[in-house]
């Protein structure tokens, strides 16, 4: 008489299918970290299985949490630092400048860690490009104090324009680099402000952010300081400026080198 077909190949043969061995291997693994765990909480190796089983069972809440706990064991443990450092700094609302400070922290403690330290180089980048955003805003400034483009229903000023004018235009550039780049710059971590000297130096990407930034400001001073009686060489001046920067600015958000 023939076995019924639903009778499963492991009433037949006494075998366990693979899939039950590995959901009961998995559940011996937990269970003996677990014991492993009450038994030497001061453990860091034992934390640190346990976050490999959380880990590949994707259990991010527990991964998280043994993260914190090996961090509370030691302080300096890379793997885990690393991955609580990237979670605070990639969280929404966490800035260029805050997502350095936390690298650079980071870092401190575990000066070891290249995926820290390539989490810093990103940040430090980022807090550059912002630099080229101050520049271009300079040279929209110089070219609405010279009215370069008409509207229509409106009288362009007279070129070319006084000396007062032209040193007014100083007042405002001065202000937007000094809350934009050097406070922001002088709060940040001594970590961070020595790592944008040495991304400046590693890095093709950095050199040519802040060499764009350069060259609009050079743009926007000749626009605002000459005293041009036409308004056609301010113009080349304003896009020559405008189109360099513009056209990489969308294109290299993650370059770091």
């Not at 490999?52 to 300096?76: C, H, M, W």
């Not at 000297?197 to 605002?224: E, K, P």
Request: hydrophobic share 45%; with cysteine.
């Amino acid at each position: 008489m023939r076995s019924p077909p639903e009778e499963s190949a492991s009433t037949t043969t006494g075998r366990t299918p693979p899939s039950a061995s590995g959901g009961h291997a998995a559940a011996t693994a937990s269970a003996v970290v677990s014991v492993a765990l009450r038994l030497g909480p001061e453990e860091v190796y034992a934390h640190e299985v346990a976050e490999r089983i959380a880990s590949f069972s994707g259990n991010s809440k527990a991964v998280d949490q043994l993260e914190r706990a090996i961090l509370r064991i030691d302080p300096t443990h890379s793997e885990a630092l690393a991955a609580q450092t990237r979670k605070a700094a990639d969280a929404p609302g966490v800035k260029a400048g805050r997502a350095a400070d936390l690298y650079a922290g980071g870092l401190a403690a575990a000066p070891d860690s290249g995926s820290m330290q390539r989490g810093l180089d990103q940040a430090t980048y980022r807090m550059l490009c912002c630099v080229r955003w101050l520049a271009l805003l300079c040279l929209g400034l110089a070219g609405a104090m010279m009215d370069l483009f008409a509207v229509e229903g409106e009288v362009q000023r007279e070129l070319p324009l006084s000396l007062g004018q032209r040193l007014w235009y100083l007042v405002p550039m001065t202000a937007i680099w000094i809350v934009g780049a050097l406070l922001r710059y002088r709060r940040r971590r001594t970590g961070v402000r020595l790592n944008v000297q040495s991304l400046m130096r590693r890095g093709r990407w950095a050199r040519l952010v802040v060499v764009q930034a350069a060259w609009s400001m050079l743009c926007a001073l000749l626009i605002a300081q000459v005293p041009w009686t036409d308004r056609l060489l301010p113009q080349v001046l304003f896009w020559a400026g405008l189109t360099p920067t513009f056209a990489t600015i969308w294109f290299d958000r993650k370059k770091a080198c």
